[in-house]
């Protein structure tokens, strides 16, 4: 039962670009939502986020998307650099109660081709 | 500026051993986590602890204990390993609800 899902296991993107990582939820009680990247052999670190009050956040080069209807949360991320090349962890909590525990998707693995 | 802090980065048990994963944080979070990710999955919650003296289970807490005698420190122990347990652990901490956790650069375990 996966409450978050990234249907793209894997995304190649050329450098200087831009693309769009997709994540659809299932739980109608995630408010608070939240990308990671991640290299190998380190942690997840935080990347952008955004709550249920709002349909777009945009810090630097990412900008996050939530669609409430559709459960669709989705980072454009523009002028892909070398250094972009992670994977890229889509996760929701609710908020107030026990609601405040992350729940991931799979990941994506980002590709940055020169 | 160390954040969350992972000891050990690597290690191998037999089968039936046990082993505890230390984190620990300077932040002065309230809230701790410990997590699980195999491969090509996400990351899985064991454990944890809305401050010291306060843990509940994650999703996944079957095999584990954990323990938050300080707001710093938590550790999550190992009694019986067993080899689906062989995963990489990471850590994380919070300061509220809703924030953004900060991750420790995890522990690779591996049970033979």
């Known amino acids: 039962d996966q409450q978050v899902k990234q249907n793209s296991p894997s995304l190649s993107v050329q450098e200087g670009r831009i693309s769009i990582l997709n994540c659809d939820y299932t739980?109608?009680?995630?408010?608070?939502f939240l990308w990671y990247k991640k290299y190998p052999a380190e942690g997840p670190t935080f990347l952008i986020s955004i709550s249920s009050i709002k349909d777009k956040n945009e810090d630097g080069r990412f900008t996050v998307f939530l669609n409430k209807s559709a459960k669709h949360l989705s980072l454009l991320i523009v002028r892909y650099q070398p250094g972009d090349s992670a994977v890229y962890f889509c996760?929701?909590?609710?908020?107030?109660?026990?609601?405040?525990?992350?729940?991931f998707g799979k990941g994506t693995l980002l590709t940055v081709n020169p | 500026n160390a954040g969350v802090t992972q000891t050990p980065k690597f290690r191998i048990l037999k089968i039936g051993q046990s082993m505890t994963l230390q984190c620990t944080q300077d932040?002065?979070?309230?809230?701790m986590y410990w997590y699980r990710q195999d491969p090509g999955m996400g990351l899985k919650l064991i454990y944890y602890s809305v401050g010291a003296g306060i843990t509940d289970k994650g999703e996944v807490p079957n095999g584990y204990n954990v323990s938050r005698s300080t707001t710093e420190d938590f550790p999550l122990r190992l009694e019986l390993a067993a080899p689906s347990q062989t995963s990489v652990y990471f850590c994380a901490s919070s300061p509220i609800v809703a924030q953004p956790q900060h991750f420790g650069d995890g522990t690779r375990l591996s049970i033979l």
């Open positions: 932040m002065n979070h309230n809230y």
């Open positions: 739980n109608s009680m995630f408010d608070y």
């Open positions: 996760a929701a909590s609710g908020s107030g109660g026990s609601n405040y525990k992350l729940t």
